[in-house]
């Protein structure tokens, strides 16, 4: 495991690596490089804090380091086959409501609504939609951050609940809705995050085809196997990995299974024996959001989607000069895995 990483004026990185038997160091000059192969020196560079590694080498004198030729992580097998769905059916994958904010896209969300209702264009998909995958954020919140107050509609996170109930339950009736936390909503910060408890969302546990999971969560439908996470430990990688940017969070998904894990830079993660971050079982899908820009890539066979958003441009994006895709939202065919994305923005028919 890294526990540092240091790279000098000639180009040298030294990586002090740890586990359960000591420390070391793994030294790679930038003349190692050059015998190394390109897509190695890449996966070194793409190197993060606390992400487990294999290295091999040389060991120096007295075996206080390791002069490395080679650097895995631990990564996707070549060979894996997704799972696909024996019936044509479809399922919606969004996030990032934000309801209760003044910057949620009501009118775009009714226009998204209606067209499950079967009262807007590409019918022929939306008669065949029998699952959406809501990947956290539901509402906005209370006290997420500074001043927030300034920025709701709702100030009152039971009423900003009620309000997305209301909503929600325009969806049809034999669609199954799936519902997962993100970091705006009423749940605790670190992850994993339990589901939104019924004390906050009473009237979501009264709806039959709703579905309330944590965050991460592993959700199987028609046999494809999707993994929900809301994506806050994208923030960490798009800051530590050079190349990254929350333009293509797609990019940043895909080192989730270069690293086989949700949150590789250790931050706000909840003490526990087990590891519920740690990607063992290999998903057909991952679906996160977080960011507010849509973004697809197919890594080794599994698709990474993330799914935009409902809430306009904040100030804080603004001040970071990131620019959301919102009312933009994919839906796949689960027997074909093939991908249609519809915009549902203020005009759409």
Same mark, same amino acid.
């Given at each position: 495991?890294?526990?540092?990483?240091?790279?000098?004026?000639?180009?040298?990185?030294?990586?002090?690596v740890d586990?359960?038997?000591?420390d070391?160091k793994?030294?790679?000059?930038?003349?190692?490089f050059?015998?190394?192969?390109?897509?190695? $020196? @890449? /996966?070194?560079?793409? =190197? &993060?804090?606390?992400?487990v590694?294999?290295?091999? #080498?040389?060991v120096?004198?007295?075996? %206080?380091?390791?002069f490395?030729s080679?650097?895995v992580?631990?990564?996707?097998?070549?060979?894996?086959?997704?799972?696909?769905?024996?019936?044509?059916?479809?399922a919606?994958?969004?996030s990032?409501?934000?309801?209760?904010?003044?910057l949620f896209?009501?009118?775009?969300?009714?226009?998204?609504?209606d067209w499950?209702?079967l009262?807007?264009?590409?019918?022929?998909?939306? $008669? @065949? /939609?029998?699952?959406? =995958? &809501?990947?956290?954020?539901?509402?906005d919140?209370? #006290?997420?951050?500074?001043h927030?107050? %300034?920025e709701?509609?709702?100030?009152?996170?039971?009423?900003?609940?009620?309000?997305?109930?209301?909503?929600?339950?325009?969806?049809?009736?034999?669609i199954?809705?799936?519902l997962?936390?993100g970091?705006?909503?009423?749940?605790r910060?670190?992850?994993?995050?339990?589901?939104?408890?019924?004390?906050?969302?009473?009237?979501?546990y009264?709806?039959?085809?709703v579905?309330?999971?944590?965050n991460?969560?592993?959700?199987t439908?028609?046999?494809?196997n999707?993994?929900?996470?809301?994506?806050e430990?994208?923030?960490?990688?798009?800051?530590?990995?050079?190349g990254?940017?929350?333009?293509a969070?797609?990019?940043?998904?895909?080192?989730?299974?270069?690293?086989?894990?949700?949150s590789p830079?250790?931050?706000?993660?909840?003490?526990?024996?087990?590891?519920?971050?740690?990607?063992?079982?290999?998903?057909d899908?991952?679906?996160?959001?977080?960011?507010h820009?849509?973004?697809?890539?197919?890594?080794?066979?599994?698709?990474?989607?993330?799914?935009?958003c409902?809430?306009?441009?904040?100030?804080?994006?603004?001040?970071?000069?990131?620019?959301?895709?919102?009312?933009?939202?994919?839906?796949m065919?689960l027997?074909?895995?093939?991908?249609?994305?519809?915009?549902?923005?203020?005009?759409?028919?």
């Amino acid at each position: 495991m890294i526990s540092d990483k240091f790279e000098n004026k000639e180009g040298t990185i030294t990586l002090t690596v740890d586990d359960l038997t000591g420390d070391t160091k793994i030294i790679m000059s930038k003349g190692m490089f050059s015998r190394m192969s390109p897509d190695v $020196e @890449k /996966v070194v560079k793409g =190197l &993060v804090y606390d992400e487990v590694i294999g290295a091999k #080498g040389k060991v120096a004198k007295g075996g %206080k380091a390791i002069f490395a030729s080679d650097i895995v992580e631990p990564d996707m097998p070549h060979d894996f086959v997704s799972n696909k769905a024996k019936e044509d059916v479809y399922a919606v994958f969004t996030s990032d409501f934000h309801i209760g904010s003044i910057l949620f896209l009501q009118k775009e969300f009714e226009n998204f609504l209606d067209w499950l209702n079967l009262k807007n264009n590409r019918i022929d998909i939306a $008669e @065949k /939609v029998k699952y959406i =995958l &809501v990947a956290g954020d539901i509402v906005d919140g209370v #006290g997420v951050y500074p001043h927030q107050d %300034k920025e709701l509609a709702l100030s009152d996170i039971y009423k900003q609940y009620d309000f997305a109930a209301e909503l929600i339950s325009r969806i049809p009736e034999d669609i199954e809705v799936i519902l997962s936390p993100g970091n705006h909503d009423a749940v605790r910060i670190s992850e994993p995050q339990l589901k939104i408890s019924k004390k906050f969302a009473p009237k979501f546990y009264d709806m039959k085809n709703v579905h309330l999971v944590g965050n991460p969560a592993y959700v199987t439908m028609e046999g494809v196997n999707v993994l929900m996470y809301h994506g806050e430990a994208l923030d960490n990688l798009i800051r530590a990995i050079p190349g990254l940017s929350y333009s293509a969070p797609e990019k940043a998904m895909k080192e989730f299974l270069k690293k086989r894990h949700l949150s590789p830079i250790y931050a706000d993660i909840f003490p526990s024996e087990k590891d519920y971050l740690s990607i063992e079982n290999i998903p057909d899908v991952i679906l996160s959001g977080h960011v507010h820009a849509i973004g697809y890539d197919n890594y080794r066979n599994v698709h990474l989607i993330n799914s935009g958003c409902f809430q306009g441009r904040t100030k804080f994006q603004e001040e970071m000069g990131h620019v959301p895709t919102p009312a933009k939202v994919p839906v796949m065919n689960l027997k074909t895995h093939d991908i249609t994305w519809l915009d549902f923005g203020e005009n759409s028919q």
